[in-house]
């Protein structure tokens, strides 16, 4: 039976859960037939599916990029040091849900500001004891922060405000054991995509989610660090894309539409006019104005 306990601890912005069902459904057949051993996500984001593949597939190695260095840390922690990450969790938890709202938006306030005032001197390229409690101060603050966003300022300091929900679930030991033990197959990388290019070979399937391109002003999440991906990154992974494919491994790409506000809007059909893009469903799952949350099409792109 598979295995599906593996699942994201982080909540993220375009986290792609929706949909892992049609991903799934347009895999290749080298992938069902155990001829790619390999994966590659080279945008690791929440992980959705990093774990839902390594869930249901056997891969020899898995290799995990990002660029946002607070993300690589805390996937390493969860992989490295689980136990300890748990125990700091359950008695910041436990701290946090004694008080009253009025405190916890105190409490809040004083672990981000903690840890943006010690992000200079965090070494993001070296595992010390410090990074245990690092992870888990952005484990809660992700989970009680708005909407689970993570966001950075121009100076790399997380200002996402608190959510003031009721009873959050800033603890959850056994998702944490689960991906921590699939996380041993894997090697997390802090670093820009191009850089997974070394392990990229006919034995690869690599699933590619950038920052989505987005539909208008007011709908931009893409700044979860302080560099920003602007089209002409779009137009260089597009370029990367290109460069995999010559390799004969297998790759699949998503991200946003722009027909959805523009019908004229061709910039990823004509980027990825040598591949398959297909348009698929999803819902609209974070923005300010709640009426705003419907259902959209997004792009789908494949090499096979």
């Known amino acids: 039976m598979v295995d599906s306990s593996a699942k994201p601890f982080l909540k993220w912005a375009g986290g792609k859960t929706q949909l892992l069902e049609e991903f799934t459904k347009r895999i290749p057949n080298e992938l069902k037939e155990g001829e790619l051993p390999v994966f590659i996500e080279p945008f690791i984001g929440g992980g959705a599916v990093f774990f839902h593949f390594n869930n249901q597939f056997r891969f020899k190695e898995c290799h995990i990029f990002d660029i946002n260095e607070e993300l690589i840390l805390v996937y390493t922690v969860v992989k490295n040091?689980?136990?300890d990450l748990i125990d700091l969790l359950r008695d910041i938890e436990n701290d946090f849900?004694?008080?009253?709202?009025?405190?916890?938006?105190?409490?809040?306030?004083?672990?981000?500001?903690?840890?943006?005032?010690?992000?200079?001197?965090?070494?993001?390229?070296?595992?010390?004891?410090?990074w245990i409690e690092r992870a888990a101060q952005l484990i809660f603050l992700n989970r009680t922060c708005f909407n689970g966003l993570y966001r950075e300022n121009?100076?790399?300091?997380?200002?996402?405000?608190?959510?003031?929900?009721?009873?959050?679930?800033?603890?959850?030991?056994?998702?944490?054991?689960?991906?921590?033990?699939k996380l041993q197959n894997t090697e997390i990388h802090l670093g820009d995509f191009e850089q997974s290019f070394r392990y990229?070979?006919?034995?690869?399937?690599?699933?590619?989610?950038?920052?989505?391109?987005?539909?208008?002003?007011t709908s931009s999440f893409t700044q979860y660090s302080k560099d920003g991906f602007n089209d002409v990154e779009q137009q260089r992974l597009?370029?990367?894309?290109?460069?995999?494919?010559?390799?004969?491994?297998?790759?699949?790409?998503?991200?946003?539409?722009?027909?959805?506000?523009?019908?004229?809007?061709?910039?990823?059909?004509?980027?990825?006019?040598?591949?398959?893009i297909t348009r698929v469903p999803a819902k609209r799952m974070i923005n300010c104005d709640g009426t705003k949350r419907g259902e959209i099409q997004e792009i789908i792109v494949t090499n096979y």
């Open 238 to 276: 597009a370029a990367f894309f290109e460069k995999c494919d010559k390799k004969n491994a297998k790759l699949m790409l998503s991200n946003s539409d722009p027909k959805n506000v523009n019908p004229d809007d061709d910039f990823f059909d004509l980027l990825y006019a040598n591949y398959h």
């Open 97 to 130: 849900l004694s008080k009253d709202n009025a405190d916890r938006k105190v409490f809040f306030y004083h672990i981000r500001d903690e840890f943006n005032r010690q992000k200079p001197t965090i070494n993001f390229h070296k595992f010390k004891r410090e």
């Open 200 to 217: 990229v070979s006919d034995y690869s399937f690599v699933y590619f989610d950038p920052p989505y391109r987005p539909l208008n002003k």
């Open 154 to 181: 121009n100076q790399g300091m997380f200002n996402v405000p608190f959510g003031s929900y009721k009873n959050p679930k800033i603890l959850n030991d056994s998702i944490l054991r689960a991906d921590s033990e």
């Open 81 to 83: 040091n689980g136990e």
